[in-house]
């Protein structure tokens, strides 16, 4: 059934392609933009002032929000952190206190609310799922705010999933995209001691899972958007380079990424070692379960 969905952050790496899945299932997509609309499916709101119509919401039948500064895109510093933080934090409680102060027959029924797998923080060797507990670090502080400022629109009443994203594989952003001209120069190699976890998944599973998420009104709550097959940073690179037909022997000491990259360091060399416990209970049917198919599908699609 066609729906009406209301999408903050629409604009972004994993946004841009969410809006062209939906659209291309028939669903309308209605953007939240921070400047003045352009186009007839643009709508004005203000996340950091708390300013969004009511109206605007009451006509969605669906919302997705996925509003965030991106986590690797500069190197970490106090101002940084800071709107990291308040980039999520505003956003969500703009539209979950929004949402909450409609009546409740002009809510609408789901609220699908970004979040990350950095809610379980370092977990070494250790298989994590929904239930576990936040961990400690920068990111899992963030993540808990971040998550509990959907409460009101769930103790409105109104289902709310929090998508803990794993890392989306595409040649065009996240993971992968910083990576290929190093592989390509013969200059990469594992992280530290490529030792660290990493849960990955193809972008077509992420894509699938939410529009699945959308439909199925019996899941509620967090939900690990993660490949069902987690790799170490040394498997994803050995496997990363037998694709692009260079080597990898190059590994970046710990002490080197602290230099570029600041406090982002300290998540890079991270080990979350995340699983998919709810999609799996759900019978998600994953397209790429396994990371040698994601990354041909994310180096080739």
């Not at 969905?5 to 972004?12: D, Q, Y």
């Not at 409460?151 to 709310?160: L, S, T």
């Not at 959308?214 to 490949?227: C, K, Q, T």
Request: hydrophobic residues 45%.
């Amino acid at each position: 059934m066609s729906m009406r969905i209301l999408m903050a952050g629409a604009s972004g790496f994993l946004g841009t392609r969410l809006v062209d899945r939906l659209t291309a299932d028939g669903h309308q997509v209605v953007r939240l933009v921070r400047r003045a609309p352009r186009t007839p499916d643009e709508r004005r709101w203000d996340p950091s002032g708390a300013q969004l119509d009511p109206a605007v919401v009451a006509e969605a039948d669906a919302v997705v929000n996925l509003a965030g500064a991106g986590v690797g895109d500069k190197r970490w510093n106090d101002e940084y952190r800071a709107l990291i933080r308040s980039s999520r934090v505003d956003s969500t409680t703009t539209l979950s206190i929004t949402i909450a102060g409609l009546p409740a027959a002009d809510r609408p029924t789901v609220l699908l609310n970004s979040s990350a797998v950095g809610w379980y923080g370092n977990t070494g060797d250790r298989a994590v799922e929904e239930d576990s507990p936040a961990g400690e670090g920068f990111l899992a502080d963030v993540c808990r705010v971040w998550e509990a400022a959907t409460r009101p629109a769930e103790d409105a009443g109104v289902r709310v999933v929090r998508l803990r994203t794993g890392l989306p594989l595409h040649r065009d952003g996240g993971l992968l995209k910083p990576q290929l001209l190093p592989f390509k120069l013969g200059i990469a190699g594992k992280l530290g001691s490529g030792r660290q976890w990493l849960p990955w998944i193809s972008m077509r599973d992420w894509l699938d899972s939410v529009v699945f998420l959308l439909e199925r009104g019996d899941i509620a709550g967090p939900v690990n958007v993660v490949g069902p097959n987690p790799v170490t940073n040394a498997e994803f690179t050995r496997e990363l380079a037998r694709q692009l037909r260079r080597p990898a022997i190059m590994p970046i000491p710990a002490l080197a990424l602290k230099v570029a990259l600041g406090g982002f360091a300290h998540e890079a060399l991270t080990s979350t070692r995340v699983l998919p416990g709810v999609l799996t209970k759900a019978h998600f049917p994953w397209t790429h379960p396994h990371l040698p198919a994601a990354l041909h599908a994310a180096l080739n699609d």
